[in-house]
């Protein structure tokens, strides 16, 4: 599937970390920039598009070698995930894709959620849910 870009003009990245209704998201994006201007140097820069490139190579949408029809591979995922998406995390059709995924993770042993009101940044809009489904997670519950 391609994703359309906008060059300029386009809602900036910042706009789909946090679901609109939630309070503190024009507090958190101007936090989020003042904390930009003390980390974002040529080290930053560095990580980031290293972290973009790996999350490119290693997605799970690319093909399993050898398979026809082609197959991605996250139907051949056998360790066990909690997937979570925020429902209004919009940009590049985040969650969306992430719902469309799902269902077909048949060998996948685990659960996904998907938070209602709740943009990308589930760490921010909802901290306490995230912990306890991530100690549950980890201990097996």
């Known amino acids: 599937?391609?994703?359309?870009?906008p060059a300029g003009g386009g809602k900036p990245q910042s706009e789909f970390w946090y679901s609109?209704?939630?309070?503190?998201?024009?507090t958190h994006l101007k936090l989020a920039r003042i904390e930009r201007y003390e980390t974002y140097d040529h080290y930053f820069?560095?990580?980031h598009w290293r972290l973009?490139?790996?999350q490119l190579l290693f997605s799970q949408q690319i093909p399993i070698p050898g398979?026809?029809?082609q197959q991605p591979l996250y139907l051949r995922?056998?360790?066990r995930m909690l997937l979570m998406c925020g429902i209004e995390d919009t940009g590049a059709q985040l969650c969306e894709e992430t719902r469309n995924v799902a269902p077909h993770?048949?060998?996948?042993?685990?659960r996904a959620l998907f938070l209602t009101a709740t943009g990308h940044s589930i760490h921010n809009?909802?901290?306490?849910?995230?912990a306890q489904q991530i100690v549950d997670f980890v201990e097996g519950r």
């Open 20 to 26: 609109n209704n939630w309070p503190c998201k024009q």
């Open 125 to 130: 809009e909802r901290p306490n849910f995230l």
């Open 45 to 47: 820069r560095l990580w």
């Open 52 to 54: 973009g490139m790996e």
């Open 1 to 5: 599937m391609a994703y359309v870009i």
């Open 77 to 79: 995922n056998t360790k």
């Open 105 to 110: 993770m048949e060998m996948t042993p685990g």
């Open 67 to 69: 398979t026809s029809p």
